[in-house]
């Protein structure tokens, strides 16, 4: 089991791609260079970008996910039943929209031979501490399209969709443990969607009633991580979404706190406080004594000016007014990149913050 994993200086997985990735990528999407040719230069991205981290002082480490274009949709389509949907469809971010792909549910959802498995292989094989996979959560395989990205023919009822990702996602955690990971994350935009009244309103216009789906996404998740061996810490991160350092919900943790904090078994959960949109810290009074951790992303990921010391360490005495300090960590409050397209700063900038982040929780807590 990796030691006290969340680790007092945490990331929450995604890096900015440096630009000969972004070249390879370009290259290998026209046809100019192969499969081959362009996972030998993930590679040595990857080797690089793990080097990078650790001189930093991380303990826990992430392939960037270099590999991917966006941050759930190529783990979810290489699940049984799901394919890649190209067309008009975007996600509308706060001033930016996605390009347009999707994802749809043509088929029994399940989990086999999943190529994020030889993805971790890799990883593990070239980091010297903690190496972490992240993942999408189950709950994101439904709630971006709903029902109208779901097969009826496939599913006509929904309760087998959910049973069917549940324990597709039962079948993942074994695997990634199988595959040697013994730090999993689930990512998950739902829980702070669920906080956001428009988001609210958007799902019950489409016929879904956020309050129960709150208890959907809480089976689903709690029959994945029950398969999850003692010696593996599974966490979650809760995000607001992050596309070129924009976003989509606002609103506070506290329509959820309880379920996610106190319910579901997770050992840790990443939490954006970089900005108003996250709320106060008064959700976090749900989350029990004990081993959990609530991972605090007080260093924003979006911009590239650098919080000051005083303040990071003002507003982790503030959360302290609302559980132990002793079961908190530090981190960005996201990726730097949750898309291949990347946050709007300088890889330079990335580091300087990571750094900051390390530093920050040696002075809290006298260890990372």
Same mark, same amino acid.
């Given at each position: 089991?990796? #030691?006290?994993?969340?680790?007092?200086?945490?990331?929450?997985?995604?890096?900015?791609?440096?630009?000969?990735? !972004?070249?390879?990528?370009?290259?290998?999407?026209?046809?100019?260079? #192969?499969?081959?040719?362009? !996972?030998?230069?993930e590679?040595?991205?990857?080797?690089?970008?793990?080097?990078?981290?650790? &001189?930093v002082?991380?303990r826990? *480490?992430? %392939?960037?996910?270099?590999?991917?274009?966006?941050?759930?949709?190529?783990?979810?389509?290489?699940?049984?039943?799901?394919?890649?949907?190209?067309?008009?469809?975007?996600?509308?971010?706060?001033?930016?929209?996605?390009?347009?792909?999707?994802?749809? *549910?043509?088929?029994? *959802?399940?989990?086999?031979?999943?190529?994020?498995?030889?993805?971790?292989?890799?990883?593990? /094989?070239? &980091?010297?501490?903690t190496?972490?996979?992240?993942?999408?959560?189950?709950?994101?395989?439904?709630?971006?399209?709903?029902?109208?990205?779901? #097969?009826?023919?496939?599913?006509?009822?929904?309760?087998?969709?959910?049973?069917?990702?549940?324990?597709?996602?039962? @079948?993942?955690?074994?695997?990634?443990?199988?595959?040697?990971?013994?730090?999993?994350?689930?990512?998950?935009?739902?829980?702070?969607?669920?906080? #956001?009244?428009k988001?609210?309103? /958007?799902?019950?216009?489409?016929? /879904?009633d956020?309050?129960?789906?709150?208890?959907?996404?809480?089976?689903?998740?709690?029959?994945?991580?029950?398969?999850?061996?003692?010696?593996?810490?599974?966490?979650?991160?809760?995000?607001?979404?992050?596309?070129?350092?924009?976003?989509?919900?606002?609103?506070?943790?506290?329509?959820?706190?309880?379920?996610?904090?106190?319910?579901?078994?997770?050992?840790?959960?990443?939490?954006?406080?970089d900005?108003?949109?996250?709320?106060?810290?008064?959700?976090?009074?749900?989350?029990? !004594?004990?081993?959990?951790?609530?991972?605090?992303?007080?260093?924003?990921?979006?911009?590239?000016?650098?919080? @000051?010391?005083? /303040?990071v360490? &003002?507003?982790?005495?503030e959360?302290?007014?609302?559980?132990?300090? %002793?079961?908190?960590?530090?981190?960005?409050?996201?990726?730097?990149?949750?898309?291949?397209?990347?946050?709007i700063?300088?890889?330079?900038?990335?580091?300087? !913050?990571?750094?900051?982040?390390?530093?920050?929780?040696?002075?809290?807590?006298?260890?990372?």
């Amino acid at each position: 089991m990796p #030691s006290h994993a969340p680790f007092r200086a945490d990331e929450v997985g995604s890096l900015l791609r440096p630009a000969e990735l !972004k070249t390879a990528r370009a290259e290998h999407s026209g046809g100019g260079i #192969s499969d081959d040719e362009l !996972k030998s230069v993930e590679d040595a991205c990857i080797r690089e970008v793990v080097r990078k981290q650790e &001189a930093v002082g991380l303990r826990a *480490v992430t %392939d960037g996910e270099f590999r991917r274009s966006w941050w759930h949709f190529d783990f979810l389509t290489g699940l049984n039943g799901v394919e890649w949907s190209v067309g008009e469809k975007t996600i509308q971010f706060h001033g930016v929209e996605t390009k347009a792909e999707s994802i749809a *549910v043509t088929g029994k *959802v399940g989990f086999t031979d999943h190529p994020m498995l030889d993805h971790f292989r890799f990883l593990k /094989d070239v &980091a010297t501490v903690t190496p972490k996979m992240t993942i999408p959560s189950p709950s994101v395989l439904h709630f971006r399209g709903g029902r109208e990205a779901i #097969s009826k023919e496939v599913y006509p009822d929904l309760d087998a969709f959910y049973a069917d990702t549940a324990e597709a996602y039962r @079948k993942a955690v074994l695997g990634f443990y199988e595959a040697g990971c013994r730090y999993l994350q689930f990512d998950d935009t739902v829980w702070a969607y669920l906080c #956001s009244e428009k988001e609210r309103a /958007d799902l019950k216009a489409r016929g /879904d009633d956020p309050d129960v789906l709150i208890r959907e996404y809480a089976a689903m998740i709690a029959h994945a991580l029950a398969a999850k061996p003692d010696d593996m810490v599974i966490t979650t991160h809760v995000c607001r979404g992050n596309f070129r350092s924009s976003w989509i919900s606002e609103g506070g943790y506290e329509p959820v706190a309880e379920t996610l904090l106190a319910e579901l078994p997770y050992n840790g959960y990443f939490l954006e406080y970089d900005s108003d949109r996250a709320g106060g810290f008064e959700p976090l009074r749900f989350l029990p !004594k004990g081993d959990k951790r609530v991972v605090l992303g007080l260093v924003t990921s979006k911009f590239g000016e650098l919080e @000051k010391r005083a /303040d990071v360490l &003002a507003r982790i005495e503030e959360a302290g007014g609302f559980a132990n300090v %002793d079961q908190f960590c530090l981190s960005p409050q996201c990726g730097f990149a949750s898309t291949e397209e990347g946050n709007i700063l300088s890889e330079d900038e990335q580091w300087r !913050k990571l750094g900051f982040v390390v530093d920050v929780a040696r002075e809290v807590w006298g260890e990372v």
